[in-house]
């Protein structure tokens, strides 16, 4: 039978996988705690913290850890983590203003106005990323 720690080793891919999942469940429970509304649901755009930004920190963590960090391959994370983090914080930030204003303007569709996230919400993602990584690992 194969022990937890075996797997991981030998499939690291699936420690960003089991971050992602755990993002999601805790922004669940964030989101529930904080409104109480119930509205919440898995794999929705938003909230804290940032799913995108803990599973590319997941990722770049896993990539520098198997092939170093001088290799080709963490330099390629390293470059799509940071397109991941921007995004997050900007570009989806301004398409949820650009979903508010149109709002506004029309009532009959409601479009989802929260898309991007904040600074904290990234920097918690990654913190959140980069935690569950190293105890995959250790596990390991």
Request: proline fraction near 2%; glycine fraction near 8%.
């Amino acid at each position: 039978m194969t022990s937890l720690s075996d797997l991981l080793r030998t499939y690291l891919f699936l420690i960003p996988l089991v971050v992602l999942l755990l993002t999601e469940i805790v922004k669940y429970v964030v989101e529930e705690a904080k409104s109480g509304k119930g509205d919440r649901h898995l794999f929705q755009q938003g909230g804290m913290p940032s799913t995108h930004s803990a599973f590319v920190t997941s990722l770049l963590i896993v990539v520098g850890r198997k092939t170093g960090t001088d290799s080709v391959e963490f330099a390629m994370a390293v470059v799509l983590a940071c397109i991941v983090w921007y995004d997050a914080i900007g570009v989806r930030a301004v398409l949820g203003e650009q979903a508010h204003v149109l709002n506004v303007l029309q009532r009959f569709h409601r479009l989802r106005e929260t898309l991007g996230h904040s600074f904290p919400e990234v920097f918690v993602g990654i913190v959140f990323g980069a935690v569950v990584t190293m105890i995959g690992i250790w596990m390991s």
